[in-house]
């Protein structure tokens, strides 16, 4: 139930920086997910919060309180790894008591809690199982009991869904998301799976590089991506992302690119304009496309490349000529919206779900801070 | 004709070539031991070449001579302190060895030599080591004022130690290697894991490196335990079982017994006893140490059931 801050924290190696000067501030009992491709620093700096690895510069402050040089021991904090790292010659019983027997917390009181915490984790009826009698699941509510069951400053999660199938993972995301609600504590979760961080997190730090890209609700981290890095990563499918130049032809803001060619509506010309910028990348999500005429039209030679349906909608990638390599737009419908692959289609954005970035990424519009 | 199955094929040629195996360790291993099972029980002069069955005769003189106990109670003494010393030797190199520092990988390949030498080699270092005039110990230990000038280091009450403490030095290494082999596949977030649940080192150490390493420190204690109490070479070449009796273990009495008194019969009788002893002491380490250690104690579900919405605490 703590703050956690950090300034400045600059993690490098002997040939590479992992971490580059990254300020962020946790709230308490706040429920940030640190999201990024593999190698972007997001593991380095749970490691750093947990006390695993050191910055090279920066601090780290739990509350008011510097701990960049507190051993992991002595920061009590909980973690829950992605290999899960249950002791495995000990009961489940004996492994969610073990922070409390460290603890030299009371036999009576050490009891009481274990079974709390795996009350709370539905695995009061494995307490005498070794963790290789459990399945994949319940390993891991074992692992999230054995940190449940003390009272950390703050509660880390290092990839812990990624070993775990599809559904799983599905039921085990709301079960930490309840976890959050009952135990009211900070929660730092890092992932690379945009979806757990779209429906867990308060706020997403997205991480590319060693850089933060943006720190933001999920909602305006969908929305209002900070620059095209972040559009890229966050959504699935992915957005759209076109690049090309502007033109303006007798006074109308003229896109192409990629075999595309489209006339930017008023915001999007207005934006453009005070960017002056001339090469841009042009985003828009599948959700916003449709081929029903209305909107922005994407005019050029598209055609039906290829169609998922997914029983609830369909995917529809239409791909357009742009030289050697195809350029490929991916169209989210209703199902029963039939086409034919091959067939000639022109697609129509929704005006208002529409991006522009930069040449450096940042987003032009829509306009305003992130 | 009836084809066989590929699994039928597959086992009888799994017996051919195992039975080939039997056969040849039957010749060399049970004919020689059936043959001295069958020396053990009979008295055989070799000036008058008469040979007499007198039953368990040389067993029981065994049993019965203080010559025979006293070298059975250094043969335990022996392996007891053996045994200890590379267990712990060999699991501290092995956690050294385990860290990360410059000049691991030749340190790591460097230590095996003491286990690569010769056992006569160790003892010729070791009795150097040990003389009182020019030895290391000594030429060390003296300008300290820890030691006289031409102190005697293997006498009557230490010969059988310092004999002890050269075998540690020369297995203790094959214990680390297989400690070392065990330590690395500890997974790394065990430890993290741990200490992340405020265990310190110690505390890390038993719950987390004792338990994964339970199964090889089974096997470098009966491999130590049988090299030990059979060991014969080390000891012959620094003390020869002296001075007086001081040393003679078990093994330094059968070798008198056969090339000093020609007395076959008996040797062999002490041979079986010897592989009795061992096969006792192996058989308790397992029983001891093998045993499934049950935490029982966690019997009612439903009395957690108290517990929803309440987290922990």
Same mark, same amino acid.
């Given at each position: 139930?703590?703050?956690?801050?950090?300034?400045?924290?600059?993690?490098?190696?002997?040939?590479?920086?992992?971490?580059?000067?990254?300020?962020?501030?946790?709230?308490?009992?706040?429920?940030?997910?640190?999201?990024?491709?593999?190698?972007?620093?997001?593991?380095?700096?749970?490691?750093?919060?947990?006390?695993?690895?050191?910055?090279?510069?920066?601090?780290?402050?739990?509350?008011?309180?510097?701990?960049?040089?507190?051993?992991?021991?002595?920061?009590?904090?909980?973690?829950?790894?992605?290999?899960?790292?249950?002791?495995?010659?000990?009961?489940?019983?004996?492994?969610?008591?073990?922070?409390?027997?460290?603890?030299?917390?009371?036999?009576?009181?050490?009891?009481?809690?274990?079974?709390?915490?795996?009350?709370?984790?539905?695995?009061?009826?494995?307490?005498?199982?070794?963790?290789?009698?459990?399945?994949?699941?319940?390993?891991?509510?074992?692992?999230?009991?054995?940190?449940?069951?003390?009272?950390?400053?703050?509660?880390?999660?290092?990839?812990?869904?990624?070993?775990?199938?599809?559904?799983?993972?599905?039921?085990?995301?709301?079960?930490?998301?309840?976890?959050?609600?009952?135990?009211?504590?900070?929660?730092?979760?890092?992932?690379?799976?945009?979806?757990?961080?779209?429906?867990?997190?308060?706020?997403?730090?997205?991480?590319?590089?060693?850089?933060?890209?943006?720190?933001?609700?999920?909602?305006?981290?969908?929305?209002?991506?900070?620059?095209?890095?972040?559009?890229?990563?966050?959504?699935?499918?992915?957005?759209?992302?076109?690049?090309?130049?502007?033109?303006?032809?007798?006074?109308?803001?003229?896109?192409?690119?990629?075999?595309?060619?489209?006339?930017?509506?008023?915001?999007?010309?207005?934006?453009?304009?005070?960017?002056?910028?001339?090469?841009?990348?042009?985003?828009?999500?599948?959700?916003?496309?449709?081929?029903?005429?209305?909107?922005?039209?994407?005019?050029?030679?598209?055609?039906?490349?290829?169609?998922?349906?997914?029983?609830?909608?369909?995917?529809?990638?239409?791909?357009?000529?742009?030289?050697?390599?195809?350029?490929?737009?991916?169209?989210?419908?209703?199902?029963?919206?039939?086409?034919?692959?091959?067939?000639?289609?022109?697609?129509?954005?929704?005006?208002?779900?529409?991006?522009?970035?930069?040449?450096?990424?940042?987003?032009?519009?829509?306009?305003?801070?992130? | 004709?009836?084809?066989?199955?590929?699994?039928?094929?597959?086992?009888?040629?799994?017996?051919?070539?195992?039975?080939?195996?039997?056969?040849?360790?039957?010749?060399?291993?049970?004919?020689?031991?059936?043959?001295?099972?069958?020396?053990?029980?009979?008295?055989?002069?070799?000036?008058?070449?008469?040979?007499?069955?007198?039953?368990?005769?040389?067993?029981?003189?065994?049993?019965?001579?203080?010559?025979?106990?006293?070298?059975?109670?250094?043969?335990?003494?022996?392996?007891?302190?053996?045994?200890?010393?590379?267990?712990?030797?060999?699991?501290?190199?092995?956690?050294?060895?385990?860290?990360?520092?410059?000049?691991?990988?030749?340190?790591?390949?460097?230590?095996?030599?003491?286990?690569?030498? #010769?056992?006569?080699?160790? /003892?010729? *270092?070791?009795? @150097?080591? $040990?003389?009182?005039?020019?030895?290391?110990? !000594?030429?060390?230990?003296?300008?300290?004022?820890?030691?006289?000038?031409?102190?005697?280091?293997?006498?009557?009450?230490?010969?059988?130690?310092?004999?002890?403490?050269?075998?540690?030095?020369?297995?203790?290494?094959?214990?680390?290697?297989?400690?070392?082999?065990?330590?690395?596949?500890?997974?790394?977030?065990?430890?993290?894991?741990?200490?992340?649940?405020?265990?310190?080192?110690?505390?890390?150490?038993?719950?987390?490196?004792?338990?994964?390493?339970?199964?090889?420190?089974?096997?470098?204690?009966?491999?130590?335990?049988?090299?030990?109490?059979?060991?014969?070479?080390?000891?012959?070449?620094?003390?020869?079982?002296?001075?007086?009796?001081?040393?003679?273990?078990?093994?330094?009495?059968?070798?008198?017994?056969?090339?000093?008194? #020609?007395?076959?019969?008996? /040797?062999? *009788?002490?041979? @079986?006893? $010897?592989?009795?002893?061992?096969?006792?002491? !192996?058989?308790?380490?397992?029983?001891?140490?093998?045993?499934?250690?049950?935490?029982?104690?966690?019997?009612?579900?439903?009395?957690?059931?108290?517990?929803?919405?309440?987290?922990?605490?």
């Amino acid at each position: 139930m703590t703050a956690v801050v950090l300034k400045s924290v600059v993690r490098r190696y002997r040939d590479a920086v992992a971490v580059e000067s990254l300020d962020l501030e946790i709230r308490d009992k706040e429920f940030v997910v640190l999201l990024g491709p593999s190698g972007c620093g997001k593991t380095t700096t749970l490691n750093m919060i947990a006390g695993m690895d050191s910055p090279s510069s920066g601090q780290i402050y739990f509350d008011d309180r510097p701990v960049e040089n507190v051993p992991p021991e002595k920061r009590n904090v909980a973690m829950v790894f992605q290999s899960i790292a249950l002791y495995p010659h000990k009961t489940v019983y004996e492994n969610i008591a073990f922070p409390l027997r460290m603890a030299r917390v009371p036999s009576v009181e050490l009891d009481r809690r274990v079974r709390s915490a795996a009350g709370l984790m539905r695995i009061d009826e494995f307490l005498n199982r070794k963790p290789n009698e459990l399945s994949g699941g319940q390993r891991q509510r074992v692992a999230l009991g054995r940190a449940a069951v003390r009272n950390p400053v703050a509660f880390l999660f290092d990839e812990p869904l990624s070993a775990l199938d599809a559904k799983l993972r599905t039921e085990m995301r709301v079960e930490i998301k309840k976890l959050h609600e009952r135990l009211q504590s900070t929660f730092i979760y890092v992932t690379h799976d945009q979806v757990e961080a779209l429906t867990m997190a308060d706020r997403i730090a997205v991480m590319d590089s060693g850089r933060l890209m943006q720190y933001a609700p999920p909602d305006e981290i969908y929305r209002r991506p900070a620059n095209v890095t972040v559009a890229r990563f966050v959504g699935s499918p992915a957005m759209n992302l076109i690049a090309g130049r502007i033109s303006d032809e007798a006074g109308a803001l003229r896109f192409s690119g990629a075999g595309i060619t489209l006339t930017l509506p008023g915001a999007l010309a207005a934006a453009a304009r005070n960017a002056r910028q001339a090469d841009v990348t042009f985003g828009v999500r599948p959700e916003a496309l449709s081929a029903e005429p209305g909107g922005v039209a994407i005019e050029g030679a598209g055609k039906v490349y290829a169609i998922e349906p997914l029983g609830s909608d369909q995917f529809v990638d239409v791909s357009f000529t742009a030289g050697d390599a195809p350029q490929l737009i991916k169209m989210r419908t209703r199902p029963n919206v039939r086409f034919r692959v091959g067939e000639q289609v022109t697609l129509f954005a929704v005006p208002e779900e529409t991006y522009l970035f930069a040449a450096d990424g940042r987003r032009i519009y829509p306009e305003g801070v992130a | 004709m009836k084809t066989r199955t590929l699994a039928q094929a597959d086992a009888s040629f799994a017996i051919r070539i195992i039975l080939a195996v039997i056969l040849f360790n039957a010749i060399i291993i049970a004919l020689p031991l059936f043959y001295a099972a069958w020396i053990s029980v009979h008295d055989r002069d070799v000036i008058l070449r008469t040979e007499e069955f007198i039953g368990a005769e040389h067993y029981r003189r065994l049993l019965t001579n203080p010559e025979a106990i006293n070298a059975m109670i250094a043969s335990l003494k022996f392996t007891l302190v053996a045994v200890v010393g590379s267990l712990i030797v060999g699991l501290g190199m092995a956690l050294v060895l385990n860290e990360d520092f410059p000049g691991r990988s030749f340190l790591r390949a460097a230590i095996l030599i003491p286990w690569a030498v #010769s056992e006569v080699v160790t /003892a010729t *270092a070791w009795i @150097f080591m $040990l003389n009182p005039t020019f030895g290391a110990l !000594t030429g060390v230990l003296h300008p300290l004022g820890l030691a006289s000038e031409n102190q005697v280091w293997i006498n009557e009450t230490t010969a059988l130690y310092w004999v002890a403490a050269a075998y540690v030095w020369h297995v203790a290494p094959l214990g680390a290697f297989f400690f070392l082999a065990a330590l690395q596949t500890i997974p790394d977030g065990l430890y993290q894991a741990a200490r992340l649940d405020q265990a310190n080192v110690f505390k890390r150490f038993l719950h987390v490196t004792l338990p994964q390493i339970r199964s090889t420190v089974m096997v470098v204690l009966v491999v130590v335990t049988v090299e030990a109490f059979r060991s014969f070479d080390l000891l012959f070449a620094m003390t020869r079982g002296g001075p007086g009796t001081a040393s003679q273990i078990f093994p330094m009495l059968i070798f008198r017994y056969t090339f000093e008194f #020609s007395r076959y019969g008996l /040797a062999a *009788a002490a041979s @079986f006893i $010897l592989v009795g002893v061992g096969v006792i002491v !192996t058989t308790l380490y397992f029983v001891i140490l093998m045993r499934r250690r049950r935490t029982v104690r966690i019997d009612a579900p439903a009395a957690a059931k108290l517990a929803d919405g309440g987290a922990a605490a």
